[in-house]
């Protein structure tokens, strides 16, 4: 069983920038392909970015592509998701995930096995 958790949410003006970080308990993440998705409220659940394993090749989803990046740390304990050039429609409860069984789980929801309780970034225009 694996425990995501995650922070770095917040509020922030249109335009800014934030870094969201996922830590897994007592883990290391290099065994799991993950990946990030957002909800906002009235919405489904979509797809953010992924990163692979083993050789962290990262997928953005379009909407975010060029403003957004997934990396790991070195120790490949935590995840995370720097988000700049905001946008008032960013705004949304961020989750990040984690998939065991294959080495990219992408955009697929059901891929992933665990994932994080969210946290909230709002973004102001």
């Known amino acids: 069983q694996v425990q995501l958790v995650e922070s770095g949410g917040g509020l922030v003006q249109a335009g800014g920038s934030l870094r969201l970080s996922c830590a897994a308990s007592?883990?290391?993440?290099?065994?799991?392909?993950m990946g990030w998705f957002r909800q906002a409220p009235g919405k489904e659940r979509e797809f953010v970015a992924a990163i692979s394993r083993p050789d962290d090749r990262t997928y953005y989803a379009d909407s975010v592509k060029g403003r957004f990046t997934i990396s790991r740390d070195n120790a490949k304990i935590t995840l995370y998701l720097q988000m700049s050039s905001l946008k008032p429609e960013d705004t949304a409860v961020y989750y990040c995930?984690?998939?065991?069984?294959?080495?990219?789980?992408?955009?697929?929801?059901?891929?992933?096995?665990?994932w994080g309780q969210g946290t909230q970034v709002t973004v102001s225009s």
């Open positions: 995930a984690a998939n065991f069984r294959t080495a990219y789980g992408g955009g697929y929801s059901s891929l992933y096995d665990y």
């Open positions: 007592g883990r290391t993440l290099s065994s799991y392909a």
